[in-house]
């Protein structure tokens, strides 16, 4: 493996998260949709469902979990960033660098790790709602949890490979890291 | 000291240092909080086994109804500034109040209020409110400072009118606290602290700021008028009745919208959720009808039929109703479709899902945190040092007041509310005579002074960020001085009439 398949791998991560991420991001669309369907329901035929309140909590859950790791990648969680915002490249590669492997990988694994139980518990009996009427899914809602960490963690990787990519001295295979 | 209680306040210590490197926050408190809990395990301190408590509480997050309202007053904001809604009410309200002396600052105030009430998230609206205002002052011969200081309080001031999404978080994370310390005090129906009596209790305070910030302008527009110097009325803009149809449908309609959600929520009609689905619709369709070319007929058809719904639902029958739900409906379905061909929809989303993606981290990462620091007995600690304090509950809340608003400089408020409330809140509420509403909109007005106090309030740096080059960090700095005195004198009356806070929500609500 050289240098390239690197950086290569770290583009097809980005593209990979880039498109869950903007598929996620139309549950925001469904969230505004459903919720005001459950308005109208609600006042004006006095009839509640909890199968369309629940796919909401399901559209949410799957908006900020799935989308978490293409908030990374654009740039979207928030940073402290007194030192950060006026630091040379360089010193933000190494930043980056040292976050994702000290404490991003650590922090997603760790999620993954501890709830893959959890997870487990839920798939064995195919676990549905407690209300009768509700979503026959939670089993898939709780699997978001590892799927969540285990997207950033990827992204983690991505992030790694692109600060290693500027850091590098080997300037002709830099590869087109997207700065964020 | 105890190891595990010395570990804990080391893990304050490196969470605040190392949050200056400026990794995300979200997966710095993580992180950290991992390794601490693994440090603790080492040293016999902790049970590592506790983390699998993390997904049950992460599960809880996901399924929390009072939560879904973030995305959805986020998408209602987002849709409301990318359709200009924003800038078409900046430029009216300007050529009304503009040709008087500090006019355009008073319509800046006044349309950041607006904005900020439909946003809630202080660096956004810092960033629009900047690039919208700040070259029309200074073209206008604004005195640089004021300018400055004007924008970065207003922008500011997002943070606690209703419906800020900091005040949702408030709201959602001392209710959790309110109970806790009613359980532990042996209370087993206890009473709740919901997010509707939160931004009760914000109305006042926050438009009692609004009102001094205009107050402090009238007084500069008397005593310095060449720092605020009138617009010289443009011959081109209408005027008279021409001007006034114009302002009409540059504010009525966002007003209006802003007014029926925070209404229904205050008297008690919806839910915060409820509201702000209703409000997201209605930005959908506000920006549906600013599209131009395009048919006006689907927006207002939807209008009309929900008013209608509202309006008929207990004299008409049912098939009726139905049917004017499905055309509602389809109505709606045709404004989304103009919306998202006229390219407002799809950034729109992907704001709401980055801005939203990111809050629900840093409340995962901050679960982590709280988890190993009560795993560490850094509650415990917290618990008898609060306790412990000259004072009695007035100087516990002071500590704590103090440590929020030091906080401030480093961690936005989402952090501090997910960080310290579930920590210092228990025990606060747990004191004799501290009132849940009055506390929350204490620690929302104290955090939004901190935001934007020199030298390190983030507001400030957002605003540096966008502010046009001609305006230097001193400027900022002491232009914002007169703001952050009003924020200082509004938080002592706060402290002296906490009636200011809890009125208004027990007139609405009752209760004690």
Known sequence: ????????????????????????????????????????????????????????????????????????????????????????????AWIDLLGALFLLLPFTLAIAWFSLPYVERSWANLERSRETSGLPLVFLLKTLIPAFALLLALQGVAQIIRALALLSPLPAKRGKGREE | MPLPELLAILMVVAVCGLLFAGYPVALTLGGVSLAFAALGHIAGAMDLGLLYALPQRIFGVMTNTVLLAIPLFIFMGVMLERSRIAEDLLETMGRLFGSLPGGLGISVVLVGVLLAAAKGVVGATVV?????????????????????????????????????????????????????????????????????????????????????????????????????????PDPAAPRGLALAAQVAKAMLAPALLICVVLGSILIGLATPTEAAAVGAVGAILLAALRIEGAARWPALLCVAGFLALIALRVTMPQWFLVVLMLAVAGALSFAVHQVWRAGYLTPTVSKTTQMTSMIFAILIGATLFSL????????????????????????????????????GFVMDAFEIIFVVIPIVAPPLLAMPGVDPIWLGIMMAVNLQTSYMHPPLGPTLFFLRGVAPPEITTRHIYVGIIPFVLVQLFALVVLWFVPGLATWLPRMLYGGA
């Open chain 2, 372 to 407: 190993v620091f009560r795993g560490l007995g850094g509650d415990d600690m917290v618990h008898r040092a609060l306790a412990n304090l000259p004072g009695g509950a007035a100087g516990a809340i002071l500590a704590v007041m103090l440590a929020m608003f030091l906080l």
């Open chain 1, 1 to 92: 493996m050289t240098f390239r398949h690197f950086t290569a791998l770290g583009e097809r991560i980005d593209r990979l998260n880039t498109a869950i991420g903007r598929a996620a991001s139309w549950c925001a669309l469904a969230i505004v949709l459903l919720g005001f369907a459950v308005v109208l329901l609600r006042y004006v035929l006095g009839a509640g469902s909890i199968w369309l309140q629940e796919s909401i909590l399901y559209a949410h859950a799957a908006l900020f979990l799935l989308a978490a790791a293409w908030t990374l990648k654009e740039g979207g969680h928030v940073r402290v960033d007194v030192f950060y915002a006026s630091a040379a490249p360089r010193t933000k």
């Open chain 2, 128 to 232: 629009t409110i900047a690039l919208i205002t700040l070259p029309t002052m200074l073209r206008h011969g604004y005195d640089k400072r004021l300018a400055a200081g004007t924008v970065a309080a207003t922008a500011t001031l997002a943070q606690i009118l209703p419906p800020a999404t900091v005040l949702v978080l408030l709201g959602d994370q001392l209710n959790n606290s309110f109970q806790a310390a009613q359980l532990a005090k042996g209370i087993f129906a206890p009473e709740s602290v919901s997010v509707s009596d939160l931004f009760a209790g914000a109305l006042v305070p926050g438009l009692t700021l609004v009102g001094l910030y205009l107050l402090f302008l009238v007084a500069v527009a008397i005593l310095r008028p060449a720092a605020v110097p009138p617009i010289p």
